[in-house]
C-alpha cells in the first residue's frame, strides 16, 4: 500500500514525517480530524519491524482516537504519534535528546496536535517534550498533570456496565451480577474495585498470577484461567487486557449476556460484532465505554480539575445506554450504531 492509498483507507489528509540525525529520531504524527478541535493522542515509542508498520499503525490509532473524542463529547480531534525506536541498546543513543527534539516538532505543529503518554512513554518523555513544547498533557501533577488515567477508565467502564444491565436485563443496580474481568492489570484492578463496592460478584484472570490473586484477596473474587475468561457462564463478560479478545474462535463459545470492558480493539472484525448482536449478546463499544481516561487526560488542556474529569465520566452511562437502546430500536450491531452516531457528530461539527 502506498502512502496516499493508506491516507485515504483511513480517511484523513494531515500525516507529518520527522527525521533527524543528530539524535535518530524518526517520528510520524497523524492528525485525523480537527473539526472539534486540536488532534489529541498518545505517542508510542516501539521498535517497529517494518516502516509500513508504523505508518499504519498511527493512522489506525489516530483514526480511533477522534471516535473517541467525539463520542465522550471532548474538544477534540484525533491524532497519534508514533516514534520508531531505534533498534540498538538503548545506551547507543540519547533518549532525552530524542523526545526533546520530537518535542520540537510538535511545537512546529502549532498546536494542531497535542501528545500524550502512550505504549513505550509515560511521565518522564512527556515531560521532555514540554521542555520544547506546550501542546503535551500526562504530566507530572505539580506541572498541571493528571496522573494515572486507569481508575478513571474503570469508572467509565463502570458506568457503561451498569447502562448495559439495565438495557439488557432490565436492572437497576449491579448488586449480585455476576462480572468475569479478563485481565487485572490496571484497569481491571480499578474496575474489579468499583464492581466490589456496587455489590457485584467477580471472576477474574491475569496471565501474572500475583495479580490475579490480590484481586480475589481483596475483592473476593473467583479464579480462573486466562484462558477460559470468556467461557464463563456470567453476566458480563470484561475484557481489559489485550485487543481481539472478541474473534471467529471466543463468539461461539461465550455464556454472557453483555460484553463490556475497558480493553481497545476488543473486535477482531466487524463480523464478529455482528455476530455478537445476532446471538443476543449486548456488546459496549470500546472506545465509548473506555474513553475515561482520555477524558481525564484532555481535562489538563483547560486546567486540571479532577472533580470535572469525574463528572463527565460518569456521563459514558447516557452515552452506552444511547447506544444500547438505539441499537435495540434500530437491530443494528452496538458497534455500527456507535460509528454512525460519530459520523452524525462530526458531520455537524464546524
Ligand atoms: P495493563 O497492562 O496494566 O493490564 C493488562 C493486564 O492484562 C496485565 O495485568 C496482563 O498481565 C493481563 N493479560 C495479558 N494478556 C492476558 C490474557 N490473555 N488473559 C488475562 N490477562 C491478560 O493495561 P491497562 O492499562 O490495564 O489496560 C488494559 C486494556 O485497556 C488495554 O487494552 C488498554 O489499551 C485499554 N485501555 C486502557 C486505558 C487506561 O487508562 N490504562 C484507557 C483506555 C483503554
Known amino acids: 500500500m502506498t502512502v496516499f492509498d493508506g491516507m485515504a483507507q483511513y480517511g484523513y489528509g494531515d500525516l507529518h514525517f520527522v527525521r533527524d540525525e543528530r539524535t535518530k529520531l524518526r517520528a510520524i504524527v497523524a492528525i485525523h480530524d480537527t473539526r472539534r478541535g486540536p488532534a489529541l493522542g498518545g505517542c508510542r515509542c516501539l521498535v517497529y519491524a517494518t516502516e509500513e508498520a508504523a505508518l499504519a499503525d498511527v493512522s489506525r490509532l489516530a483514526r480511533a482516537m477522534t471516535f473517541k473524542a467525539a463520542l465522550a463529547g471532548l474538544p477534540h480531534g484525533g491524532g497519534k504519534s508514533v516514534i520508531l525506536a531505534p533498534d540498538v541498546e538503548p545506551d547507543h543513543y540519547d533518549r532525552e535528546a530524542l523526545f526533546m527534539r520530537f518535542g ?3 511545537e512546529a505543529l502549532g498546536g494542531r496536535y497535542i501528545s500524550a503518554e502512550d505504549s513505550g512513554t509515560g511521565l518522564t518523555e512527556m515531560e521532555l517534550i514540554r521542555t520544547k513544547t506546550k501542546h503535551v498533557v500526562g504530566l507530572r501533577a505539580e506541572n498541571g498533570g493528571s496522573g494515572d488515567p486507569s481508575p478513571f477508565t474503570a469508572l467509565g467502564v463502570r458506568r457503561g456496565i451498569e447502562a448495559c444491565v439495565e438495557v439488557a436485563l432490565g436492572k437497576k443496580s449491579l448488586a449480585g451480577i455476576h462480572v468475569a474481568v479478563q485481565g487485572v492489570g490496571n484497569v481491571g484492578y480499578n474496575l474489579c474495585k468499583e464492581l466490589h463496592r456496587a455489590g457485584a460478584k467477580l471472576t477474574v484472570s491475569d496471565v501474572r498470577d500475583a495479580l490475579a490473586e490480590r484481586a480475589a484477596r481483596e475483592f473476593n473474587a473467583e479464579i480462573v484461567p486466562a484462558s477460559e475468561t470468556h467461557r464463563i457462564t456470567c453476566d458480563v463478560y470484561a475484557p481489559c487486557a489485550l485487543g481481539g479478545a472478541i474473534n471467529d474462535r471466543t463468539v461461539p463459545q461465550l455464556r454472557c449476556t453483555i460484553v463490556a470492558g475497558a480493553a ?16 443476543g449478546i449486548l456488546y459496549a463499544p470500546d472506545y465509548a465505554i473506555n474513553a475515561g481516561g482520555l477524558i481525564n487526560v484532555a481535562q489538563e488542556v483547560a486546567g486540571y480539575d479532577a472533580e470535572k474529569s469525574k463528572l463527565r465520566t460518569l ?30 457528530i462530526l458531520a455537524s461539527s464546524p
Open 315 to 344: 456521563k459514558i452511562y447516557d452515552t452506552i445506554h444511547g447506544i444500547a437502546e438505539r441499537s435495540k430500536h434500530q437491530n443494528t450491531p452496538p458497534h455500527r450504531v456507535a460509528d454512525a452516531m460519530v459520523a452524525e
Open 264 to 279: 481497545n480493539n476488543q473486535l477482531a472484525s466487524d463480523e464478529n460484532g455482528v455476530a455478537l448482536h445476532a446471538r
Open 104 to 106: 520540537e516538532f510538535v
